[in-house]
T-cell receptor, first 114, second 109 residues
């Protein structure tokens, strides 16, 4: 596609429910990142995928968070048993090759946990 | 020390003013740097790459000072449309980019 696509754009859920967020990176981009941004805060790194290599999960805040990237393209971020502190904008970004390349962001998913 | 530090501002400047932001980084091995712009409730978008020799794009100039480990962004002849948060980005030593918390700029008519 022309840009990084994320869905849904908004998600409201109840505490304790599971949610799935989707990211479709720019075609041909092998690197994919997930970030989280709380209101008025900076970007918090969550996870990084590069090609078929094992992902860097060092930024995931708890074991309730997991992510997959199928076929080196679309990625899904799953949050289990959501908590109110999970409320944030979840941003996906992709880059052409690997680290050091500029990032292109999707418009994000606004997650609200009630 | 944080990997990347920025003055959060806010910077409130009149139209036509020149404004500059600095961003310090801790990893002396970092090679390439970026400035991103983020509008309210929008995703960050690449504004400029920062090269060792400096980089100019219209009213925007980015500079790198390796000795003091900071990068700067200069905006000349500020426009109302320049109002945004400006994020400096330092590439990773591992796999994660380091984003500053951003500097808020408001250009006042």
């Amino acid at each position: 596609g022309a840009g990084v696509s994320q869905s849904p754009s908004n998600k409201v859920t109840e505490k304790g429910k599971d949610v799935e967020l989707r990211c479709d990176p720019i075609s041909g981009h092998t690197a994919l990142y997930w970030y989280r941004q709380s209101l008025g805060q900076g970007l918090e790194f969550l996870i990084y995928f590069q090609g078929n290599s094992a992902p860097d999960k060092s930024g995931l805040p708890s074991d309730r968070f997991s992510a997959e990237r199928t076929g080196g393209s679309v990625s899904t971020l799953t949050i289990q048993r959501t908590q109110q502190e999970d409320s944030a904008v979840y941003l996906c970004a992709s880059s052409l090759k690997s680290v050091g390349e500029k990032l292109f962001f999707g418009s994000g998913t606004q997650l609200s946990v009630l | 020390r944080k990997e990347v530090e920025q003055d959060p501002g806010p910077f409130n400047v009149p139209e036509g003013a020149t404004v500059a932001f600095n961003c310090t980084y801790s990893n002396s091995a970092s090679q390439s740097f970026f400035w991103y712009r983020q509008d309210c409730r929008k995703e960050p978008k690449l504004l400029m790459s920062v090269y060792s020799s400096g980089n100019e794009d219209g009213r925007f100039t980015a500079q790198l000072n390796r000795a003091s480990q900071y990068i700067s962004l200069l905006i000349r002849d500020s426009k109302l449309s320049d109002s945004a948060t400006y994020l400096c980005v330092v590439p990773p030593t591992g796999n994660q980019f380091y984003f500053g918390t951003g500097t808020s700029l408001t250009v006042i008519p």
